[in-house]
């Protein structure tokens, strides 16, 4: 089969012409022949010349124009870290110097009409929700005897400070509600709740003065404590009387009941002991029926694994032979 573009010729610029016309370019109008035209050919330039750079030389020359005078003192500024620190040093000195002010104002023991009664009897309670009202708070600790009064501390505003006292009418009501009080939840929140320490122990400091238990506001948030409740307090010992003039609660020491601690000291170690051998045996034979109990599950699993394999060969050798 012929080739119908056969008498068509490759043009210079690339475009078939036909018939011996010349090329396509010819026969465009002028406005677009012009796209196509050559760019003039550039400028001739004169070839760089090279400037010759002079040599490199000593200072021994200039050491006449130098002063021979001691110079200046140096005025030395100071760095935006230094600006900083300074400033922190001033507050942190400004505050402890305020609280020693304040520290020296505090009576724990001074006549106010909006105290409890009698410390003894007086339960804190701390990390209480902003919308608990006192009503709520006699609610909630009237279950371990009756309350005699409750106040919540509140600013000059009126707005709760998350915190308030709770004065019972006995005081082993109050040992009561400081045993297992700690860490309930009121109004969605775990309070803690600890013994008045400003009038029962002696020399005791409030947190903003220095002093105070726990470690919510050690430092950061990586040291701070986030648990609720109270810390774990080991075994304390009571103090004595309140007429002796002295703090039954030492620093970290909770209320304890008397009668316990006598009957303790009596013949608590043996029964202590005798109570700890028989659990370590309870333990130990739990341990055994847990591990019985695992050996049994184990077994009774391998038994039905087997059946189920017998079963899948029994079906198979039925379907292959009919």
Do not use: C
């Not at 760089?48 to 001691?70: C, H």
């Not at 609280?99 to 701390?126: C, I, S």
């Not at 009774?300 to 694994?305: A, F, L, V």
């Amino acid at each position: 089969m012929s080739n119908p573009n056969a008498h068509r010729k490759m043009t210079p610029k690339g475009q078939m012409s036909s018939s011996g016309m010349g090329p396509a370019i010819m026969h465009l109008p002028p406005h677009l022949k012009v796209m196509f035209e050559p760019n003039p050919p550039l400028d001739h330039l004169p070839r760089l010349v090279k400037r010759k750079m002079p040599p490199y030389t000593g200072l021994a020359g200039f050491l006449d124009v130098f002063e021979s005078v001691n110079p200046p003192p140096r005025d030395v500024q100071e760095t935006p870290k230094e600006r900083r620190e300074r400033r922190r040093q001033e507050k942190m000195a400004a505050n402890d110097a305020k609280m020693q002010e304040d520290r020296a104002k505090w009576d724990p023991n001074a006549e106010d009409p909006r105290k409890t009664k009698d410390a003894y009897k007086t339960l804190f309670v701390g990390r209480i929700s902003y919308e608990t009202t006192e009503q709520q708070l006699r609610h909630e600790f009237e279950q371990y005897g009756p309350v005699k009064s409750v106040r919540l501390v509140e600013d000059s505003e009126g707005k709760s400070r998350g915190y308030g006292f709770v004065e019972y009418e006995k005081e082993a009501d109050m040992k009561s509600a400081y045993k297992y009080a700690d860490g309930k939840k009121i109004d969605g929140r775990r309070v803690v709740v600890d013994v008045e320490r400003g009038r029962t122990v002696t020399d005791w400091l409030p947190k903003k003065f220095g002093g105070g238990i726990g470690e919510t506001r050690k430092g950061g948030a990586d040291v701070n404590v986030k648990y609720s409740g109270r810390e774990a307090i080991g075994h304390f010992q009571v103090g004595a009387a309140r007429d002796e003039g002295a703090s039954r609660y030492g620093a970290h020491e909770p209320p304890r009941d008397r009668s316990r601690s006598r009957g303790r000291a009596a013949g608590g170690d043996r029964r202590d002991r005798r109570r700890s051998r028989s659990r370590s045996r309870d333990r130990r034979r739990d341990r055994g029926r847990d591990r019985s109990r695992d050996r049994d599950r184990g077994r009774e699993r391998d038994r039905s694994r087997d059946r189920d394999r017998r079963s899948r060969r029994d079906s198979r050798d039925y379907s292959r032979r009919y």
